[in-house]
């Protein structure tokens, strides 16, 4: 029994340290070394890279698109109002325009810049220097900036034919500055001339008067003698 019992325990120790002994040999060894990629591998995984950039390109432009139509999309009040199309105009706004894109066919192309440019871009009192135009039609301008062509200019409140004509025709004559007018000579004064000196007043020579006559000689005037109150003779 006891011989039975030491066999036992002997066979248990040698299990153990086989055991124990292979764990050992199996720590102590190298791990193994990765295998080469084979070209499927390198394939699959470019491929993948390629998949991933493209998702990437596309997410990228569908916000890019996404952002481009939120700006785009502002509020009607915030848009400046279109302005009417030329059938919208009555007949006789018409006929204004029409006048106004044959005058100003009259101007060149770089005329019609410069006026333009004052225009669009020029002061208050820059404008005021165009003739015609004052305080309240550079306003009215203003307002209505951009101007897109000169014949626009006819359209402006307070702009008829007769003011634009006269713009035009200053253009075309080199936009200059109406010259100062002159100022009138003043007129020298001329020296006054001596006053003669009144006379000294001489007293009225006075005429002797006429001997007034009496009552009583007047009235002693000699009596005109009575007719004859004889019958005068008859001749034989």
């Known amino acids: ?17 086989s055991s124990s ?18 070209t499927e591998k390198i394939a699959d995984s470019t491929k993948k890279a390629a998949d991933s950039i ?16 939120e700006s785009a999309k502002e509020p009607a009040a915030k848009k400046p109002a279109p ?16 006048h106004g894109e044959k005058e100003a066919a009259k101007l060149s192309p770089a ?9 669009n871009s020029g002061e208050q009192k820059d404008l005021i220097t ?8 550079s306003a009215h301008i203003i307002a209505k900036r951009p101007v897109a062509k000169v014949a626009d200019l006819i ?11 006269g713009i035009v025709k200053w253009v075309d004559a080199g936009m200059k500055s109406p010259e100062p007018s002159a100022k009138p000579e003043t007129a020298k004064p001329e020296p006054a001339k001596a006053e003669p000196a009144p006379a000294k007043d001489k007293a009225p020579a006075t005429k002797p008067a006429k ?23 008859k001749k034989s």
């Not at 006789?92 to 029409?98: C, F, G, M, Q």
């Open 211 to 233: 001997p007034v006559k009496p009552a009583a000689a007047a009235e002693e005037k000699p009596a005109a003698a009575p007719e004859s109150t004889k019958p005068a003779k």
């Open 83 to 98: 302005k009417p199309a030329a059938e919208e105009l009555s007949a006789s706004d018409k006929a204004l325009l029409a």
């Open 130 to 137: 165009i003739p015609g135009i004052g305080e309240s039609k």
């Open 21 to 38: 002994a292979s764990a050992q040999d199996k720590s102590t060894k190298p791990a193994a070394k990765p295998a080469a990629p084979t």
């Open 155 to 165: 359209m402006i409140d307070g702009i008829g034919e007769s003011t634009f004509d």
């Open 111 to 119: 005329q019609q810049s410069k006026l333009l440019a004052l225009v």
């Open 1 to 17: 029994m006891i011989r039975q019992l030491l066999a036992a325990a002997s066979l248990a120790t040698l299990a153990a340290l």
């Open 54 to 69: 493209k998702k990437t390109a596309d997410s990228a432009a569908k916000s890019a698109k996404e952002a481009t139509k």
